[in-house]
């Protein structure tokens, strides 16, 4: 495992110098992935959802290659119905992560306002992807019915 540790810490690296910055949210979907990360596997994860430095001691991996302040990292519950979860304790995390996305979603639309830039959306309905509705887009090359 230490390998794939390994591994995946360079692809995240990479991701980093193609995109030219670090992702803002990293998820894991299961605890296993994430436990694995560590030298011994942790045996208990604290708590599904966003993980967070709490006081001095960061929950996250030795050599994570971002910073605490550059992507958030979340681990959810495996979505399988096998794994021992209530639908409210299964649901809870990924409530927690569509959450942050969202509230990170209206920040970026605020920035992008205030320095006079377009929205993703506004672009996209300058090249067609969305109807006026901001709703499905509809293959380049159709008419309306």
């Known amino acids: 495992m230490l390998r794939w540790r ?16 670090a992702p803002a949210v990293v998820a894991f979907t299961g605890v296993r992935q994430f436990s694995q990360l560590f030298e011994p596997p942790l ?14 001691i960061s929950v996250l991996p030795p050599g ?7 992507t958030e990292v979340f681990v959810l ?5 096998r794994a021992a979860f209530t639908a409210k304790d299964r649901l809870a995390p990924y409530r927690e992560l569509g959450d942050f996305l969202q509230a990170r979603r209206m920040e970026t639309q605020q920035e992008q306002r205030k ?3 377009p929205s993703p ?9 969305t109807d006026e509705s901001g ?3 509809e293959p380049r090359g ?4």
């Open 135 to 137: 709703g499905e887009c």
């Open 6 to 21: 390994a591994n995946l810490f360079a692809r995240l690296r990479a991701h980093r110098l193609r995109a030219g910055r």
């Open 115 to 117: 320095r006079g830039q």
């Open 43 to 56: 045996k208990r994860l604290a708590r599904f959802g966003r993980q967070t430095v709490e006081g001095d």
């Open 142 to 145: 159709a008419t309306k019915q």
């Open 77 to 81: 519950p495996s979505s399988s119905g």
């Open 121 to 129: 959306l506004m672009l996209a309905k300058e090249e067609g992807h």
């Open 64 to 70: 994570w290659p971002y910073r605490d302040c550059e």
